[in-house]
């Protein structure tokens, strides 16, 4: 299932739903949500990052921040 249909079955089961408390839960998730790097798989993700970046650096595998930003700039058609 893609992002696109797990977004649909998501407001299905709002429009579908005649519970308070179900629709009541999801707005208390939206406007708690923690950020992603406060979860414990962003936690998770964050670590793996830094033991990679980490390898990398010690196998001598490094890239200035100018080439990044580069980089990442003609990935995504920025200026």
């Known amino acids: ?3 696109q249909e797990k977004k649909r079955a ?4 709002i429009e ?3 519970s308070d408390d179900f629709i009541s839960k999801i ?3 939206i406007n708690q949500a ?3 790097d406060e979860t414990d798989d962003g936690k998770d993700l964050i670590i793996k990052l830094l033991e990679k970046s980490q390898q990398s650096a010690k196998e001598g595998k490094t ?3 100018d080439n990044v930003l580069n980089e990442v700039r003609d990935k995504y058609g920025l200026k």
């Open 27 to 29: 707005y208390n998730n």
């Open 1 to 3: 299932m893609n992002l």
């Open 63 to 65: 890239h200035s921040f």
């Open 10 to 13: 998501i407001i299905k089961k």
């Open 34 to 36: 923690n950020s992603w």
């Open 16 to 18: 579908e739903s005649t």
